[in-house]
T-cell receptor, first 116, second 110 residues
């Protein structure tokens, strides 16, 4: 199994450009989420989804959009990149069914984004 | 809201030294607790977990005990190796969301 696959691994953007970070999982997980990792701040939740067609905001949603048209894919869109969005982005997925509340989250390898 | 506080890093140890990384939490209800490890250039991997009070999670020589009375989940290993060098994250899950601590960078020197 591929697990959670993120693309690209590295990206440099100019301020104001837009781009989409891709995330796909092949484990039929209901729950998917995006985090950003910044030094000294751990991982902060951007957006999450509990199933196809359902998304919600996390701790730091401003400047990011998401959609969940299929169970497998959960892309993260930056509509107008800003230097403050320079970070490492991680996608994660896990089961989210009643009776499986304690299942672990699986993470992608991350996307290192620099906005200049 | 939920929060996780880890001891500040970075931590530098010699091989075979004893490791403790402190983690305390604030949460409503009865969260599950996790330790994740991130090796250089990689994503996070689950190291161990505990789902209720007094549970002990263990894996690869690491262990942590869910202490409800002190709201803690400290990570320990009796003898670290160079290959244990990584960033360690304490996390809790209450409901759907996973809340992470700041991470602790561990470097083990030969």
């Amino acid at each position: 199994n591929a697990g959670v696959t993120q693309t690209p691994k590295f990206q440099v953007l100019k301020t104001g450009q837009s781009m989409t970070l891709q995330c796909a999982q092949d484990m039929n997980h209901e729950y998917m989420s995006w985090y950003r990792q910044d030094p000294g701040m751990g991982l902060r939740l951007i957006h999450y989804s509990v199933g196809a067609g359902i998304t919600d905001q996390g701790e730091v949603p401003n400047g990011y959009n998401v959609s969940r048209s299929t169970t497998e894919d959960f892309p993260l869109r930056l509509l107008s990149a800003a230097p403050s969005q320079t970070s490492v982005y991680f996608c994660a997925s896990r089961h989210d069914q009643k009776g499986l509340q304690r299942t672990e989250a699986f993470f992608g390898q991350g996307t290192r984004l620099t906005v200049v | 809201g939920d929060s996780v506080t880890q001891m500040e890093g970075p931590v530098t140890l010699s091989e075979e030294a004893f490791l403790t990384i402190n983690c305390t939490y604030t949460a409503t209800g009865y969260p599950s607790l996790f330790w994740y490890v991130q090796y250089p250039g990689e994503g996070l991997q689950l190291l161990l977990k505990a789902t209720k009070a007094d549970d002990k999670g263990s894996n690869k020589g690491f262990e942590a005990t869910y202490r409800k009375e002190t709201t803690s989940f400290h990570l320990e290993k009796g003898s670290v190796q160079v290959s244990d060098s990584a960033v360690y994250f304490c996390a809790l899950r209450s409901g759907s969301r996973l809340t992470f601590g700041e991470g602790t960078q561990l470097t083990v020197n030969p």
